[in-house]
T-cell receptor, first 118, second 115 residues
C-alpha cells in the first residue's frame, strides 16, 4: 500500500534561510507526487506536482521539489524563506494503477508546520 | 473561472444528528473528492464521485455517504454524528479524462464541530 512520511512535524527557519521540507513515499510503481500548502483556517493550495516528466519540478512562490526514485523522496525546497511562507505543508501521493491511470485519491502525510523567524 | 466553493463554512451539531455539506466544483471539472482533516493531521480520503457515481472509497463507515449532481456539484452526508467526526471537511474537484486523474483543487473546507 502506498504511504507518505514527512520527517519533522515542525521546522523553523530564519527569514532568508534555505527551506527544506522532507517527504518520503512508499509505492510499488512510480506515483504522482504533490506538495500542498495550507494557511491557517484555509483549504489546501497546490504548490507543485510531479507526474513522471522532469524530475526537478518548479512550483509557485519560488518552491521546487526533486523526485529521486532511488531514495523514494520528493523533498521541497526554497532558497530564501519569506515570512509569508509560514504555513503547514503537506506531501501527497496519488497511486497509479497498473495500466498507468491514476487511482484518483490522494494519500497525505501528516504535514510539516513551517515557522519563519524575522 | 470560479474555484471550488463549499458551504457552510462552519457548523455545530450534537452527537447523533445528521449533517449535509455541500461543494461546487471548479468550472470544467467532472470529479469531486471528499477528505476529512482532523486537528493536527493530514487529510484522509473519504470517497470520490465521477459521473454521479461513487468511484473509490477510503476507510470510512457507511454512515458517510454522498451524492454528485448532473452539474458536478456534490454533497457529503454524515448520519449518527460522533464526537470524532469533528474535523475540517475538504472538497476537491478535478477533471478525469479516460483513465487518468488530473490535479485536485481544494475548496476552503467546512469546519464541523460535534458536541
Amino acid at each position: 500500500a502506498q504511504s507518505v512520511t514527512q520527517l519533522g512535524s515542525h521546522v523553523s527557519v530564519s527569514e532568508g534561510a534555505l527551506v527544506l521540507l522532507r517527504c518520503n513515499y512508499s509505492s510499488s510503481v512510480p506515483p504522482y507526487l504533490f506538495w500542498y500548502v495550507q494557511y491557517p483556517n484555509q483549504g489546501l493550495q497546490l504548490l507543485l506536482k510531479y507526474t513522471s516528466a522532469a524530475t526537478l519540478v518548479k512550483g509557485i512562490n519560488g518552491f521546487e521539489a526533486e523526485f529521486k526514485k532511488s531514495e523514494t523522496s520528493f523533498h521541497l525546497t526554497k532558497p530564501s524563506a519569506h515570512m509569508s511562507d509560514a504555513a503547514e505543508y503537506f506531501c501527497a501521493v496519488s497511486p497509479l494503477l497498473n495500466y498507468g491511470g491514476s487511482q484518483g485519491n490522494l494519500i497525505f502525510g501528516k504535514g510539516t508546520k513551517l515557522s519563519v523567524k524575522p | 473561472e470560479t474555484g471550488v466553493t463549499q458551504s457552510p463554512t462552519h457548523l455545530i451539531k450534537t452527537r447523533g444528528q445528521q449533517v449535509t455539506l455541500r461543494c461546487s466544483s471548479q468550472s470544467g471539472h467532472n470529479t469531486v473528492s471528499w477528505y476529512q482533516q482532523a486537528l493536527g493531521q493530514g487529510p484522509q480520503f473519504i470517497f470520490q464521485y465521477y459521473r454521479e457515481e461513487e468511484n473509490g472509497r477510503g476507510n470510512f463507515p457507511p454512515r458517510f455517504s454522498g451524492l454528485q449532481f448532473p452539474n458536478y456539484s456534490s454533497e457529503l452526508n454524515v448520519n449518527a454524528l460522533e464526537l470524532d467526526d469533528s474535523a475540517l471537511y475538504l472538497c476537491a474537484s478535478s477533471r478525469r479524462r479516460l483513465a487518468n486523474q488530473e490535479t485536485q483543487y481544494f475548496g476552503p473546507g467546512t469546519r464541523l464541530l460535534v458536541l
